[in-house]
């Protein structure tokens, strides 16, 4: 992987100095590889569609992982309801009730800004390993996970569920749900994507969590609580990628 540097902020007086660090995938990574080393795959609009980006990303070690008394309350909640099938490739790129769903969720709860068609088709075009959980009731979409998954991981990176659903824990069902097919499929990492500020709180009632603290993988979740609190008062800057690559 190549890598790319943004000068994003710096606090001079205490010589901090803060860069962006983006990845190139190229052709001979591997890709277990890349999200083990605190990359993401990156999805904006017009972006290079083999560029990751490196984050304060969270993963669960699946053999790891329990359930807690809040998480076995959720999993009683919904367990038993729907039907779960896998769209891959072809299938899941032709797909309208997948589409018309995300695009739906995304519009109404983060604003239509957030996931619009043209992101949509960017993601389903790329050259991953992409398949979606399809949840249903009676025949009807409920619910859908986009994930990358390959080998030992997954990465649980988009979901949607019906509005009718809102603000009753299913969300967190798909997560704890996902972190169970994950273990079926005997994985070894299940990827929650980041963990900044407080809108990201609910991953830390995940148990065994860790994160990348830019270095390595950290499991002190009191800690990635404390840095989650602080995020609102750290400097923010330009993002702007350079086109500069280093080896």
């Not at 994003?8 to 890709?31: K, P, Q």
């Not at 919904?78 to 589409?99: I, K, N, V």
């Not at 950290?218 to 500069?244: C, F, I, N, V, Y």
Request: some cysteine; overall charge neutral; charged content about 20%.
């Amino acid at each position: 992987m190549r890598t790319r540097f943004a000068e994003f902020g710096h606090t001079y007086d205490s010589y901090s100095f803060g860069y962006t660090v983006h990845g190139e995938r190229e052709s001979s990574d591997n890709l277990a590889s890349v999200y083990a080393d605190g990359f993401l795959p990156y999805s904006s609009v017009g972006a290079d569609p083999n560029l990751f980006y490196m984050s304060r990303s969270v993963r669960v070690p699946v053999a790891q992982h329990t359930a807690s008394s809040e998480n076995r309350r959720i999993l009683r909640k919904f367990d038993g309801q729907f039907t779960c099938e896998y769209l891959e490739g072809d299938a899941l790129r032709a797909s309208p009730e997948f589409r018309t769903l995300m695009l739906t969720y995304f519009a109404e709860r983060h604003g239509a800004q957030v996931m619009p068609a043209e992101r949509l088709e960017q993601i389903l075009a790329r050259d991953l390993p992409l398949r979606a959980a399809a949840y249903s009731k009676d025949g009807t979409p409920v619910a859908y996970v986009l994930e990358v998954a390959e080998g030992p991981f997954m990465h649980y990176w988009y979901s949607c569920y019906s509005l009718a659903h809102v603000n009753g824990s299913l969300g967190m069902w798909l997560m704890l749900d996902a972190i169970r097919r994950a273990a079926q499929e005997g994985r070894t990492y299940v990827y929650l994507g980041t963990a900044y500020g407080e809108k990201a709180r609910y991953k830390t009632n995940v148990l065994a969590l860790e994160y990348w603290d830019g270095n390595t993988w950290q499991a002190d979740t009191r800690r990635l609580a404390e840095l989650m609190k602080l995020d609102g008062a750290h400097l923010s800057g330009s993002l702007a990628l350079p086109s500069r690559l280093h080896a």
